[in-house]
T-cell receptor, first 114, second 112 residues
């Protein structure tokens, strides 16, 4: 069964460093998402991406964040200058098309900022 | 008022019990309602998906949506220890974007 994959599973970085989190969405899906979950809190929407551009972003997704689909399979989230409060699980999700179809989540990347 | 409210539990039941999990919401624009199961430090796994009001059944799981009350439920029949996880409700107005708004999750433990 096709699934969303994410690498790395765990990333440790120093405050101020840049990190890139990688995702491979399900191959025939067209909509891509990033969510984050701070320990003990809700899963929160960050950004949606369709047709090679950002469709929607939350207030969390400020200038330190960016997303890219560099090729036909990968979808990346870059955090330019990490802060302690960026420590969280980051989940990638994908959806086949618009309308009623639903989102399938990857296993997540645990980001720890020291 | 928060957009989606969910009792975080924890909820502990004996094996074989019927489990009822609930969420309330405030945004009347929500049209699509989902339940995800999340094991510790793993990604959310889709369990049930419902559009608008009504019931949907899949094996031991039943999802109910009451849009007039802004209330959704997930029932688990004959609960098993393997059902022990955190259950997240999620919803969206739909349309082409469809970013999900999640509840905080209810942690369920089913004791053998």
């Amino acid at each position: 069964e096709p699934e969303v994959t994410q690498t790395p599973s765990h990333q440790v970085t120093q405050m101020g460093q840049e990190v890139i989190l990688r995702c491979v969405p399900i191959s025939n899906h067209l909509y891509f998402y990033w969510y984050r979950q701070i320990l003990g809190q809700k899963v929160e929407f960050l950004v949606s991406f369709y047709n090679n551009e950002i469709s929607e972003k939350s207030e969390i997704f400020d200038d330190q964040f960016s997303v890219e689909r560099p090729d036909g399979s990968n979808f990346t989230l870059k955090i330019r200058s990490t802060k302690l409060e960026d420590s969280a699980m980051y989940f990638c999700a994908s959806r086949r098309d618009g309308g009623t179809d639903t989102q399938y989540f990857g296993p997540g990347t645990r980001l720890t900022v020291l | 008022q928060k957009e989606v409210e969910q009792d975080p539990g924890p909820l502990s039941v004996p094996e074989g019990a019927i489990v009822s999990l609930n969420c309330t919401y405030s945004n009347s624009a929500f049209q699509y309602f989902m339940w995800y199961r999340q094991y510790s430090r793993k990604g959310p796994e889709l369990l049930m998906y419902t559009y608008s009001s009504g019931n949907k059944e899949d094996g031991r799981f039943t999802a109910q949506v009451d849009k007039s009350s802004k209330y959704i439920s997930l029932f688990i029949r004959d609960s098993q220890p393997s059902d022990s996880a955190t259950y997240l409700c999620a919803m969206t107005p739909g349309g082409s974007q469809g970013n999900l708004i999640f509840g905080k999750g209810t942690k369920l433990s089913v004791k053998p």
